[in-house]
């Protein structure tokens, strides 16, 4: 009789701690939008928390004083932030490392190194954590970092800087690098030279003593097309390039180190006189991709299916993006939602996404922030 007791006792307090544990588990998603700040002290980064279920987002965090944080890259556990400071102003721009208090939505300051170059456009982080490339565009230069185990950035241990040009002489005068990515396999680093119309790529170890950028191949774009940014696939085979002076989106194969031409597809909709197309990102199944087109009666994110054998695109339609100059765009963690940030408009656009059709309806709801640049979204578990 006292065993069954004991047994009983010990079933409750079991029920007890399996529903406290079940109420102490919660999820937030965080988004982090960099802003240019008309190239003096201003709001640079704002956190809101996003409701991942009704795709409102409420301010939780802004941060002031700093210059044109005009790029954001969070880490691969999400633990810090990465900024660009001071883009497209006269003098070195810097790269500022935060750490992120997921649970109030905060942001605190580790550190800031100098970026080696003028005008930082784009930051990417290796497979592994522990590297940082920083592009900058108008001295057309690459840096690398090395990150602490605190997430905190060493001055740069390489600068690699690039002399070229190309068709278009207003826009390619001299090499313009816009952005970089670590391959799939963290074997290579691309290099996207818009001046040149080339993607310049490098050997990477992350193993080795040094860890330097070594041994560049240089894949020739057509003339004229200005690479901006790329995507890599979910599977690790393909690779898609944006061009801002044609408009077009390149598909490529990636083998053996090397990005192999595929096919090239129209991303705008509409002729433009000048093409600014700038972001492009794909699902989180790898079924659709997606490309932000800026210019006048156009503002629209071009929407593609992907062929899961061989890479290719198919084009489905283009959405308006109700704002002017949408730069950067990003796709929430489980792939019900895309945002796009309008520059000029001063405005982020929340769509819901069909995940089986890769369509995007614009939900009622809009986030005002001045001159948005750059989104990071990450959800995050914050049990108690």
Do not use: W
Not at 367 to 384: A, C, E, G, H, M
Request: glycine residues 8%.
């Amino acid at each position: 009789m006292q065993l069954n007791k004991i047994l009983k006792c010990l079933s409750l307090i079991l029920v007890f701690l399996l529903l406290v544990g079940c109420q102490s588990k919660k999820e937030t998603t965080l988004l982090f939008v960099g802003s240019f700040t008309d190239k003096k002290p201003g709001e640079g980064i704002h956190v809101f928390e996003f409701n991942n279920e009704t795709g409102e987002a409420s301010l939780k965090f802004t941060l002031d004083s700093v210059t044109n944080t005009s790029f954001l890259k969070l880490s691969n556990n999400g633990k810090y932030l990465y900024s660009v400071m001071d883009s497209q102003m006269p003098y070195h721009g810097k790269i500022a490392v935060f750490a992120v208090d997921s649970i109030n939505g905060k942001l605190d300051l580790i550190n800031i190194q100098d970026c080696g170059g003028l005008n930082p456009a784009h930051i990417d982080i290796d497979k592994t954590g522990k590297f940082l490339a920083s592009s900058q565009y108008s001295d057309g230069s690459l840096s690398l970092f090395k990150i602490n185990r605190d997430g905190s950035l060493k001055p740069h241990s390489q600068v690699l800087r690039f002399k070229d040009s190309s068709v278009i002489k207003e826009r390619q005068e001299a090499s313009h690098i816009h952005s970089s990515n670590f391959s799939p396999d963290n074997e290579f680093l691309f290099a996207h030279d818009l001046g040149a119309d080339k993607i310049r790529g490098f050997s990477f170890n992350s193993n080795t003593k040094d860890s330097l950028l070594n041994n560049e191949n240089q894949i020739k774009m057509k003339p004229g097309s200005g690479p901006r940014h790329f995507a890599f696939h979910p599977n690790g085979k393909f690779g898609y390039s944006i061009a801002e002076l044609s408009g077009k989106l390149t598909a490529f194969n990636f083998r053996n180190g090397d990005l192999e031409y595929v096919e090239d597809y129209q991303s705008y909709q509409k002729h433009q006189n000048i093409y600014r197309a700038a972001d492009v990102h794909i699902s989180p199944d790898g079924k659709f991709l997606y490309a932000s087109n800026r210019g006048p009666e156009e503002d629209s994110i071009s929407i593609f299916s992907i062929n899961p054998e061989n890479g290719t695109l198919t084009l489905i339609e283009h959405e308006r993006t109700y704002g002017e100059h949408p730069r950067n765009f990003a796709i929430e963690p489980s792939g019900e939602f895309l945002l796009v940030a309008n520059q000029f408009t001063n405005n982020i656009i929340v769509f819901r996404r069909d995940i089986k059709t890769g369509k995007l309806s614009k939900l009622n709801q809009e986030i005002v922030v001045k001159n948005p640049s750059s989104l990071q979204i990450r959800t995050y578990d914050v049990s108690l």
